[in-house]
């Protein structure tokens, strides 16, 4: 069964450190997702990414954050200057058609970023 | 008020028992609602979509949606302890490319 894999499944870094956390998508999925998990609290929308481009994005996700789709497989999140509050468990997500309308999001097992 | 409200539990039942499980909603634009299973150190999966209000029925899990009360329930019915996992809800808007989560309820059933 296809999945969504990421990498690396566990990081601990610097505060101040940059952070990149990759992500590959199901094949034929065109809606590429990142949402956050901070211990204890809900699952967090970051950004959505279609077409090459940010169809929507939280106001979690400032300057200090960008997606990229640098080829046709994979899909990353970069963190330029990591702080404490960053420390979660990010997960990508993708699907095939927009989540909303089937609600079949398919979700990573996620990439758990310790920042110290 | 928070968007989505969900009692985050926990829940502990007998094996068999019915779990009962529910969110509230203060957003009008919702009109997708989602239920999504979570085990421990995974990622979320899919249960149960609903974009009416009513009940939908899927095996042993029922989705219930109140649009006017703004309610939605998840019911698990001759409950396992494969069950025992984090139930989120989560709902969207017609022109949203998000979903907004409740915080989950974590459920245990007891063999």
């Known amino acids: 069964e296809p999945e969504v894999t990421q990498t690396p499944s566990h990081q601990v870094t610097q505060m101040g450190q940059e952070v990149i956390l990759r992500c590959v998508p199901i094949s034929n999925h065109l809606y590429f997702y990142w949402y956050r998990q901070i211990l204890g609290q809900k699952v967090e929308f970051l950004v959505s990414f279609y077409n090459n481009e940010i169809s929507e994005k939280s106001e979690i996700f400032d300057d200090q954050f960008s997606v990229e789709r640098p080829d046709g497989s994979n899909f990353t999140l970069k963190i330029r200057s990591t702080k404490l509050e960053d420390s979660a468990m990010y997960f990508c997500?993708?699907?095939?058609?927009?989540?909303?309308?089937?609600?079949?999001?398919?979700f990573g097992e996620g990439s758990r970023l310790t920042v110290l | 008020q928070k968007e989505v409200e969900q009692d985050p539990g926990p829940l502990s039942v007998p094996e068999g028992a019915i779990v009962s499980l529910n969110c509230t909603y203060s957003n009008s634009a919702f009109q997708y609602f989602m239920w999504y299973r979570q085990y421990s150190r995974k990622g979320p999966e899919l249960l149960m979509y609903?974009?009416?209000?009513g009940n939908k029925e899927d095996g042993r899990f029922t989705a219930q949606v109140d649009k006017s009360s703004k309610y939605i329930s998840l019911f698990i019915r001759d409950s396992q302890p494969s069950d025992s996992a984090t139930y989120l809800c989560a709902m969207s808007g017609s022109n949203d490319y998000k979903l907004s989560f409740g915080a989950g309820t974590t459920v245990t059933v007891r063999a």
């Open positions: 997500a993708s699907s095939e058609r927009l989540a909303v309308y089937t609600g079949e999001l398919f």
């Open positions: 609903t974009y009416s209000s």
